[in-house]
């Protein structure tokens, strides 16, 4: 593990991202055009591995964006109701982090890019610390077993809390989702419990991954998910109901994770192209990042062949470019 850096002297000015998302009209037409422009994309497959996500209609495709002045903006089917998945995973690092703080967390859970997929086994075997990072399956269920409560009901209750603060109401299970999932986790089970041979498990193994696959069978629309995203953006406030939901700090912890890791393999090629941290799920959401800017959300079940949304994508990577999004775009002072 890297060597911890110099803590910030007392009273040191804090930098942080800063800039303006465009008027109020520009952002909207660009939200309705970005849904015009690739509304009629038909490539990409329905996920089908649990069960209940091939029912989902290939033609859903909607698109939020939530300013850290707690504007939404929205195109298309932004009230439609589908299932959190991996876009979990930021926020419950984030509930875990704001717990134990995010050096324990890191300790505990590991940070780095595993460079292999969302479901891998190998990726803990090849790590010598046997930790993944809190944005694959095998970190996550590490997570879920760190996430404070004696019990698994009281963990599962911490979450959803947690998550419904990140989105300004109350989240509830999808319980077919959750059941079809339950039938079908038997990998995430296995991963738990090679992370408990390891030490690298905090709680039952099967209780932990239980309650992670309820975490997965939130039910959220890509508004929900618009309004967590811009929550990470203004470090840690919900710019919509204006409650602290986790420290400064946590969020710029959880934002590094995302941008290294939130894509899985496809991260490096991620930032290149779109420059934003983000968070991918197998039910056809993406949400981003813009620090200090907002939170960008879309949802469209086709996924490409490493299970991301195909308009997803592509609607993102315009409107980081048109919105002036993308972190690592600069122009020279004139």
């Given at each position: 593990?890297m060597?911890?850096?110099?803590?910030?002297?007392p009273g040191?000015?804090r930098?942080?991202?800063t800039?303006h998302?465009?008027?109020?009209t520009?952002?909207?037409?660009l939200?309705?055009e970005a849904?015009d422009?690739?509304?009629?994309?038909?490539?990409?497959?329905?996920?089908?591995?649990?069960?209940v996500?091939a029912?989902?209609?290939?033609?859903l495709?909607?698109?939020?964006?939530?300013?850290?002045?707690?504007?939404?903006?929205?195109?298309?089917?932004?009230?439609?109701?589908f299932?959190?998945?991996?876009?979990?995973?930021p926020?419950?690092?984030?509930?875990v982090?704001?717990a134990?703080g995010?050096?324990a967390?890191?300790?505990?859970?590991?940070?780095n890019?595993?460079?292999?997929?969302?479901?891998?086994?190998?990726?803990?075997?090849?790590?010598?610390?046997?930790?993944?990072?809190?944005?694959?399956?095998?970190g996550?269920?590490?997570?879920?077993?760190?996430?404070?409560?004696e019990?698994?009901?009281?963990k599962?209750?911490?979450?959803?809390?947690g998550?419904?603060?990140?989105?300004?109401?109350?989240?509830?299970?999808?319980?077919?989702?959750y059941?079809?999932?339950?039938?079908?986790?038997?990998?995430?089970?296995?991963?738990?419990?090679?992370?408990?041979?390891?030490?690298?498990?905090?709680?039952?193994?099967?209780?932990?991954?239980?309650?992670?696959?309820?975490q997965?069978?939130?039910?959220v629309?890509?508004?929900?998910l618009?309004?967590?995203?811009?929550?990470l953006?203004?470090?840690?406030?919900?710019?919509?109901?204006?409650?602290?939901?986790?420290?400064?700090?946590?969020?710029?912890?959880?934002l590094a994770?995302?941008?290294?890791?939130?894509?899985?393999?496809?991260s490096g090629?991620?930032l290149?192209e779109?420059?934003?941290?983000?968070?991918?799920?197998?039910?056809?959401?993406?949400?981003?990042?813009?620090?200090?800017?907002g939170?960008l959300?879309?949802?469209?079940?086709?996924?490409?062949?490493?299970?991301?949304?195909?308009?997803?994508?592509r609607?993102t990577?315009?409107?980081?470019?048109?919105?002036?999004?993308?972190?690592?775009?600069?122009?020279?002072?004139?």
């Amino acid at each position: 593990m890297m060597t911890d850096l110099p803590a910030d002297e007392p009273g040191a000015a804090r930098h942080v991202s800063t800039g303006h998302l465009p008027s109020s009209t520009v952002v909207q037409a660009l939200l309705d055009e970005a849904h015009d422009r690739y509304a009629g994309e038909d490539s990409g497959t329905v996920a089908d591995y649990i069960p209940v996500l091939a029912q989902t209609s290939p033609s859903l495709f909607g698109l939020c964006l939530v300013g850290v002045d707690g504007t939404v903006y929205s195109a298309g089917d932004a009230q439609q109701h589908f299932t959190i998945q991996s876009m979990s995973k930021p926020f419950v690092f984030a509930l875990v982090a704001q717990a134990l703080g995010h050096a324990a967390a890191r300790e505990k859970l590991g940070v780095n890019s595993t460079g292999l997929g969302f479901n891998s086994v190998m990726a803990i075997e090849l790590n010598e610390d046997r930790t993944a990072n809190p944005m694959v399956n095998a970190g996550a269920i590490a997570a879920a077993s760190l996430v404070p409560g004696e019990t698994a009901d009281d963990k599962w209750n911490f979450i959803r809390a947690g998550l419904s603060r990140f989105a300004g109401r109350r989240l509830d299970l999808d319980h077919d989702a959750y059941t079809s999932e339950a039938a079908t986790n038997r990998r995430n089970q296995g991963m738990a419990y090679l992370l408990a041979g390891y030490g690298r498990m905090y709680f039952d193994p099967l209780e932990a991954t239980d309650v992670y696959t309820k975490q997965c069978s939130l039910s959220v629309t890509v508004t929900d998910l618009a309004v967590m995203s811009a929550t990470l953006a203004d470090g840690g406030v919900n710019p919509v109901t204006r409650e602290r939901v986790v420290d400064a700090d946590v969020c710029t912890r959880v934002l590094a994770v995302l941008a290294t890791a939130g894509l899985y393999e496809h991260s490096g090629d991620w930032l290149y192209e779109v420059g934003l941290p983000a968070k991918s799920g197998v039910s056809g959401g993406i949400l981003t990042v813009a620090p200090g800017k907002g939170g960008l959300a879309t949802f469209s079940p086709p996924l490409d062949s490493a299970g991301n949304s195909v308009r997803g994508q592509r609607a993102t990577k315009f409107l980081s470019n048109r919105l002036g999004l993308n972190l690592f775009a600069s122009l020279p002072e004139p």
